[in-house]
């Protein structure tokens, strides 16, 4: 079913959102995006004339009850957020009383689904290696299956509107769709804006196609960079990558950032370039410091010829050149991981090398697409996130997305 032919005009709705949201110590909100990200959805329920059952998780709180993580913390915010009052359920498995009694227009939030170690299905204080967790995994996909039917209860539909978790198969985010017909099911706005970034990169490709992937390590990123060779005309890897790869092809790297163990996967990475006919760009000089801070000494070397007690912490000046030649002319953008340590000011000018021309690419008709968490701290630091085309919210999820992978949350909806 689509959210927009969907009449909720007398109905419970359940939706999982992400309000996964930064607290300080205080329990003070620091960054309200998810909270903003859901509002399309959450009120298109209420002007419609349904009721709201909001789930979500936060933080990670193993199973087990734990205040910090108590989503009562945010009550007050997303009652401002929805301009209306949200009543809470303390115990999200025993909320079918305060579900029922829910009017039109009224709204329920539930407490942490991870208080309960069924959300995630994972079985609690046995090792994978005893001979007996195979059983306990099973037993816990069964009371996995109950969590779920239990949320399921509460409502008529049910909404999924939490890309970041999409790529779990938890009971809030897949199980709990098989309690419901394929009419009482959906995406909501934000997934369905995701899905179709998603979709402009993968299969709706204007050329030519540039990826731009940082970041510190090349093995996080290999299953995505294997994908996308088959897709882009220029990739980029840039940040402690870069060193990985100096190193492979012989260079002095100094103290650098580098995955000894990733050598052969770097030269392969540039072999099946060579033969995809993918213009693989990578980093030719370096800032370099003396130490992992912002107010280290610096110098500018060649990043196959890195002093020892000097490491390789932002792209260079020839390099942010080449980086933005390759980014201009591109129609499709796809950026995922910083090129420098840019939490340090000091660092930030290859990050931000990208970012301009990404922004610059964008203006001349590009489809821009930045996401997985670091980057997005980026593009946020530098105040550019609405001169992209699309800034995702997902972090894994979207990588796995990108990867090719069919994301649990989504296939539990599409079938
Ligand atoms: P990732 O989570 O893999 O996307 O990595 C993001 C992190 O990579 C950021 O915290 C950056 O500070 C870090 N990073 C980027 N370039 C470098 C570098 N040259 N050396 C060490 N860390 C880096």
Same mark, same amino acid.
């Given at each position: ?125 046995? +090792? *994978?290696? &005893?001979? %007996?967790? =195979?059983?306990? /995994? @099973? ?121 000894? +163990? *990733?050598? &052969?996967? %770097?030269? =392969?990475?540039? /072999? @099946? ?131 090719? /992978? ?10």
């Amino acid at each position: 079913m689509n959210i927009d032919d969907y009449k909720f005009a007398g109905k419970k709705a359940i939706v999982r959102v992400d309000f996964n949201v930064p607290l300080d110590e205080n329990g003070n909100i620091t960054d309200d995006t998810r909270i903003r990200g859901a509002l399309p959805t959450l009120k298109k329920i209420l002007n419609d004339g349904g009721s709201l059952i909001i789930m979500s998780h936060m933080g990670k709180p193993k199973g087990k009850v734990n205040p910090k993580f108590s989503l009562s913390q945010i009550k007050d915010a997303v009652a401002k957020a929805l301009g209306t009052d949200v009543k809470f359920a303390p115990d999200c498995a025993n909320a079918a009383e305060a579900a029922a009694a829910l009017k039109p227009g009224e709204v329920l939030l539930l407490e942490n689904l991870r208080f309960y170690p069924e959300e995630e299905g994972k079985p609690v204080g046995i +090792d *994978k290696e &005893d001979p %007996a967790y =195979d059983a306990a /995994k @099973k037993e816990m996909k069964e009371r996995q299956k109950e969590f779920a039917k239990t949320l399921a209860s509460y409502a008529d539909v049910y909404v999924n509107d939490a890309f970041g978790t999409a790529h779990r198969k938890h009971a809030s985010t897949a199980v709990i769709a098989d309690y419901f017909d394929k009419e009482d099911k959906m995406l909501g706005y934000l997934m369905e804006k995701e899905v179709k970034a998603v979709d402009n990169i993968l299969s709706d490709i204007k050329r030519p196609f540039t990826a731009i992937m940082g970041g510190s390590k090349v093995s996080t990123k290999i299953g995505i960079i294997e994908n996308l060779m088959d897709k882009v005309d220029n990739l980029i890897l840039c940040g402690g990558m870069t060193y990985t790869f100096a190193k492979a092809m012989g260079g002095n790297i100094g103290e650098s950032l580098c995955e000894l +163990d *990733k050598l &052969d996967v %770097a030269l =392969d990475i540039m /072999k @099946k370039a060579k033969e995809k006919g993918v213009n693989l760009v990578l980093g030719v000089d370096c800032v370099a410091g003396d130490a992992f801070s912002n107010d280290c000494n610096t110098q500018i070397c060649s990043v196959m010829d890195i002093p020892a007690g000097w490491e390789g912490m932002d792209a260079g000046p020839e390099t942010r050149k080449i980086f933005t030649e390759a980014i201009l002319p591109a129609k499709t953008i796809l950026w995922n991981g910083p090129a420098g340590v840019f939490e340090f000011d000091t660092f930030t000018a290859g990050s931000r090398a990208i970012a301009d021309a990404i922004v610059k690419a964008t203006e001349n008709g590009a489809f821009s697409l930045v996401g997985g968490g670091d980057s997005v701290a980026c593009i946020n630091k530098f105040g550019l996130a609405d001169e992209v085309s699309y800034v995702s919210t997902g972090g894994g999820a979207l990588l796995e997305a990108i990867e090719g /992978k069919v994301l649990p949350g989504v296939a539990a909806i599409k079938g």
